[in-house]
């Protein structure tokens, strides 16, 4: 019989990939940002950065997937103040780049609250006002968010139903159900969440495929809007046209 800890070890393997620092550009060209140190609800220590904007649309959490760290996604958080102008933070999961502990689902999950804390208090707002970007594993994290606290808007880009959707998906000969005890049910959950949702997915992608993205969209509630990326695999750089749809969608927030 599997333990429990063997389980959980696996799991953790499967699911997470994180990058240590230094590993990463940490000084990325352009990007004008202040490092934020702060600790989740167990008392990890954790670090993100914070892109501020003078006057901003909007004040936005974005949580990353579980690759890397945040110092890869320079590029967005670039054209998201650049372009968007909104004032956004970026912060590594436990176990990513400066952050300190070893990543599992439920401490990822606070890493977001505590997060969406300090967001909240720099920029000097209520947290219900903050819109919330989750990237592939990170749209779970903020889902999870959205459901139990509201936000100003949702945007979820290639994320995924559950982790067993995923999981039975890459590994159809083995009982991912029973094995997998980690869940992430972000379709069993949206449901609470009674706000603006923006969701993008490729229709090439490999990773998780575009039909648990379509069946987390057909969980949520009005209003909402689908926005599929033709060509587009999981990996592959965000083109034109989703700063475009993601524009449109802040110029419809109250």
Known sequence: MLGAGWLK????????FPARYPEGDWQPAGLN???????????????????????????LLFAHGNGGNLSHRADPLRTLHDRLHVAAMIFDYRGYGRSEGTPDAA?????????????????????????LMGESLGGAVVVDMAAA??????VLDSTFS??????????????????????LDSAGIIAKYHGPLLMFHGDKDQII???FGRKLFAAANEPKRFVVLPGHDHNDPRPDVFFAEFDKFLDTLH
Not at 149 to 154: P, T
């Open 149 to 154: 606290d509201g936000a100003r808007g949702l």
């Open 162 to 183: 559950s982790i067993p959707d995923v999981a039975g998906w890459h590994y159809p000969l083995l009982p991912v159900s029973a094995l997998t005890k980690t869940r």
């Open 107 to 131: 401490g990822i999950l606070l890493d977001g609250r505590a997060a969406r804390r300090w967001l909240a208090e720099r920029a000097g707002v209520n947290e219900s006002q903050i819109v």
């Open 209 to 211: 495929p575009i039909q």
């Open 9 to 16: 070890s696996l799991e953790r393997n499967l699911l997470f």
């Open 33 to 59: 940002f202040e490092d934020a140190w702060f600790a989740a609800a167990d008392g990890v220590r954790l670090h993100g950065w914070f892109v501020p904007c003078e006057k901003p649309r909007a004040v």
